[in-house]
Antibody, heavy 119, light 107 residues
Framework: EVQLVESGGGMVKPGGSLRLSCVAS????????MSWVRQSPGRGLEMVGR??????????DYATPVKGRFTISRDDSKNMLFLQLNSLRADDTAVYYC??????????WGQGALVTVSS | ETFLTQSPDTLSLSPGESATLSCRAS??????MAWYQQKLGQAPRLLIY???NRATGIPARFSGGGSGTDFTLTISSLEPEDFAVYYC?????????FGLGTKVDIK
């Protein structure tokens, strides 16, 4: 059974930083492109970014609102995905989901981690 | 960015009735449209990928159609567990984008 479990959410002040982690199991993590998706009442569901497999260079793409502030990385030896959030703003407040990048019917989401940016 | 407009915002129906949900893209996304179902407190669950293919374990009462800019999700006979919010997502242009959702609630 595929499982994705996020951790690291919490409350942070504007301008602050946070690091989210996601541990994966039940599939060959190193073969998978991975992504982060966020959801908030104000912005709905929104792609944050995705990261390729290491065998394809491991590069990441980002959505415009987070480019230059957020960084996605992976550690295949630990089956883990990370999201470093810097220069946080109030409109980054959301539930952040770790997901597999969809490949036909292979599409899995974690339970989500809440990030609240507030002074 | 490719914008997706879902309609209606809310659909109020009774169990056993059929539901037709629409999603219009601001530019052609070929057949790269997916549909998700989300229940309160849960992550979205994939229903349909590439316009008309049901994901693993999804009942046959869910079907998808369309191409280019206009897509539909049809639920042929609503079961009690189908009352939820439904989102479309295009996977043709990066960043992939989602619609704002259609809520199917009990009349």
């Amino acid at each position: 059974e595929v499982q994705l479990v996020e951790s690291g959410g919490g409350m942070v002040k504007p301008g602050g930083s946070l690091r989210l982690s996601c541990v994966a199991s039940g599939f060959t993590f190193s073969d998978a492109w991975m992504s982060w998706v966020r959801q908030s009442p104000g912005r709905g569901l929104e792609m944050v970014g995705r990261i390729k497999r290491e065998t394809e260079g491991g590069a990441a793409d980002y959505a415009t609102p987070v480019k230059g502030r957020f960084t996605i990385s992976r550690d295949d030896s630990k089956n883990m995905l990370f999201l470093q959030l810097n220069s946080l703003r109030a409109d980054d407040t959301a539930v952040y989901y770790c997901t597999t990048v969809p490949r036909r019917s292979f599409d899995h989401w974690g339970q989500g981690a809440l990030v609240t940016v507030s002074s | 960015e490719t914008f997706l407009t879902q309609s209606p915002d809310t659909l109020s129906l009774s169990p056993g009735e059929s539901a037709t949900l629409s999603c219009r893209a601001s530019q052609s996304v070929a057949t790269q449209m997916a549909w998700y179902q989300q229940k309160l407190g849960q992550a979205p669950r994939l229903l349909i990928y590439e316009t008309s293919n049901r994901a693993t374990g999804i009942p046959a009462r869910f079907s998808g159609g369309g191409s280019g800019t206009d897509f539909t999700l049809t639920i042929s006979s609503l079961e009690p567990e189908d009352f939820a919010v439904y989102y479309c997502q295009q996977r043709f242009f990066w960043p992939w984008t989602f619609g704002l959702g259609t809520k199917v609630d009990i009349k």
